[in-house]
């Protein structure tokens, strides 16, 4: 009876171990950086409606995680490179999240409409306290994570004409 007792103590202790180095292998892969898992963002797009990039991802070839706000004069000078990288690549397997930092709506699906910003938009309208840019640690925009379908980070921030540079390579 010892003996068995001795044995499913030793198990246990051998599960909980085991359980214990899984919960934190998941803990290095999800992240920030290039190669680590790309962390979930769940917000609304202008008309209301829950988008998760989990389910973005699967049906590109890349996709672009982009932190801006239609109040970022830098944000807006990337945004004729967001749009070209768009155009050329978006048939190719090419898809662009982006994830504002706005906090009046108005301004937010005004700058959508005037630049014709064809892609995914999404945000809870809670400034730099956004959820998604605190949980990624943005601390300047634009700042910006190139996903693969798989929810690998494989570069970031990708600005100017790097961004058309890094599709070039991956997807021609």
């Known amino acids: 009876m010892k003996k068995t007792l001795k044995l499913f103590a030793i198990l246990g202790l051998g599960i909980l171990l085991c359980q214990n180095t899984f919960a934190q292998d998941k803990k290095i892969k999800d992240g920030t950086g290039v190669g680590d898992r790309c962390m979930e963002i769940v917000q609304?797009?202008?008309?209301?409606?829950?988008?998760?990039?989990?389910?973005v991802l699967p049906k590109n070839e890349y996709v672009l995680v982009d932190f801006w706000a239609s109040w970022c004069g830098p944000c807006m000078r990337e945004m004729p490179y967001l749009l070209a990288a768009k155009a050329k690549y978006g048939e190719k397997g090419f898809e662009i999240f982006g994830v504002s930092l706005d906090f009046?709506?108005?301004?937010?699906t005004e700058t959508i409409d005037k630049y014709e910003l064809d892609w995914i938009h999404v945000s809870d309208l809670?400034?730099?306290?956004?959820k998604a840019a605190v949980k990624f640690g943005v601390r300047s925009i634009p700042t910006n994570y190139l996903v693969d379908k798989n929810g690998v980070i494989v570069d970031k921030n990708l600005r100017g004409t790097a961004l058309m540079d890094k599709l070039a390579t991956l997807l021609d």
């Open 44 to 55: 609304d797009d202008p008309n209301g409606n829950e988008v998760r990039l989990s389910t």
């Open 104 to 108: 009046r709506k108005e301004a937010w």
């Open 126 to 130: 809670e400034y730099w306290q956004n």
